[in-house]
């Protein structure tokens, strides 16, 4: 196995700067760098640019719209975009959905949704997570009965990431309450404009909207959105937490979020001497290089065995764990760093139209905000609690 790039994926990551440096908007960049709330054109503009250069899908095979990258390309993708300030690809429709549709739809499910993904027609959301069932996902109550040629859905999906745009959700309902928990569950394919359909937002700690409460009274869904075999959507699943946990190792943002903090320490003063010059403080940060560094070399790893054909089981969970305390490591970090200025902010001081003068040069706009959101990331996707028992079965009873 070799780690490291050859001349040929080098010339790829040239390949990459240079698209971005040209084509990536100054304004949704600079948004992204100052932690502003992005809008849903902003996002759609994005993704319009990637779907013309035609890298928007690169997880796709190429009959579907895919590109013909490697994993290590995809990696060195993902580095790329998230060092120049581009948006995180929404990933529900494009990396979520569209991967269960491709390997386990029908061909008139891909010939329906595959295309619109790619245009951006389709927004989609993620209906999993239930007040009663997020880590304990196989616990959900959420229930679908069949009806002639549909299913009726009842009941209630939570935290549901920019459901709010959202003009489809993919759900996890309940189809069999008498089989084993995990038999019992079906996945379907849901239009957020059917009646019966309710989202009610939530207010984070940030003061942000971005997730939501979904409600369903009887929703009529045809059957014809179910995908796979009825009481086996487990499957589909388990399948999709694979694709959502090893992107949420998050190597690329982490690092732009690491020079982020350089520059921040580097600016603050303790005793007449930058951050960067305290002992202390540039230990905490030498810190968390070094596990960053060790993730990333963990990356190239596990992206490397891909390439041969390998496919990432408990080390997607390792990756989740590990990455998402490197994140939340580093905005500790940020929020430390700026001391009593971390602490106050306002909310129009996130808006794109905010022209006012920010606390501490260009970095107040995001601390606290910021370090209030990575919170979650320790939660969502699979608690880490959770992914720790995953990866104690899998690796260490054998």
């Not at 679908?144 to 299913?151: E, K, L, M, Q, T």
């Amino acid at each position: 196995m070799d780690i490291h790039y050859s001349a040929e994926q080098l010339a790829f990551r040239d390949e990459v700067r240079a698209f971005l440096k040209q084509e990536l908007p100054a304004d949704i960049a600079s948004k992204v760098k100052l932690g502003k709330h992005l809008t849903k054109a902003d996002h759609e503009r994005w993704q319009k640019t990637l779907s013309k250069r035609g890298w928007y899908a690169p997880g796709w095979p190429v009959e579907h719209g895919g590109t013909d990258w490697g994993p290590v390309e995809k990696h060195i993708f993902d580095e790329e975009t998230s060092a120049a300030g581009a948006p995180r690809t929404i990933p529900f429709g494009v990396a979520m959905v569209a991967p269960v549709i491709i390997k386990f739809g029908t061909e008139a499910q891909k010939q329906q949704y595959l295309p619109r993904i790619l245009s951006g027609e389709d927004w989609w959301c993620q209906g999993y997570s239930e007040p009663g069932a997020g880590s304990d996902l196989a616990s959900l109550k959420t229930r679908a009965v069949r009806d002639g040629d549909h299913y009726v859905v009842n009941g209630q999906k939570t935290w549901t990431t920019l459901g709010q745009h959202a003009n489809m959700i993919f759900c996890l309902v309940r189809t069999d309450p008498e089989a084993q928990q995990q038999r019992g569950i079906s996945f379907l394919l849901i239009d957020m404009a059917t009646p019966g359909i309710t989202v009610r937002p939530i207010i984070t700690l940030d003061g942000d909207h971005e997730v939501n409460e979904v409600f369903f009274d009887d929703v009529r869904v045809p059957v014809e959105n179910l995908v796979g075999e009825e009481n086996k959507g487990w499957t589909c699943a388990k399948y999709l937490l694979t694709h959502e946990r090893t992107g949420l190792a998050g190597i690329g943002s982490s690092k732009a979020a690491l020079s982020h903090l350089k520059k921040i320490a580097a600016k603050q003063q303790k005793n007449g001497k930058s951050l960067l010059e305290d002992s202390l403080f540039r230990a905490q940060i030498a810190e968390v290089e070094m596990s960053l560094m060790a993730a990333e070399v963990s990356t190239l790893r596990i992206v490397a065995a891909a390439s041969e054909g390998g496919v990432p089981g408990a080390e997607s969970s390792i990756l989740k764990v590990q990455g998402t305390e490197i994140r939340q490591a580093i905005t500790h970090l940020i929020r430390k760093a700026l001391g009593p200025y971390a602490l106050p902010f306002l909310p129009e001081e996130l808006e794109g139209g905010f022209e006012g003068e920010y606390l501490v040069d260009d970095y107040a706009a995001a601390p606290a905000s910021t370090y209030f959101n990575m919170r979650k990331l320790s939660i969502f996707g699979g608690s880490n609690e959770i992914q720790k028992n995953i990866v104690s079965k899998m690796i260490l009873e054998l």
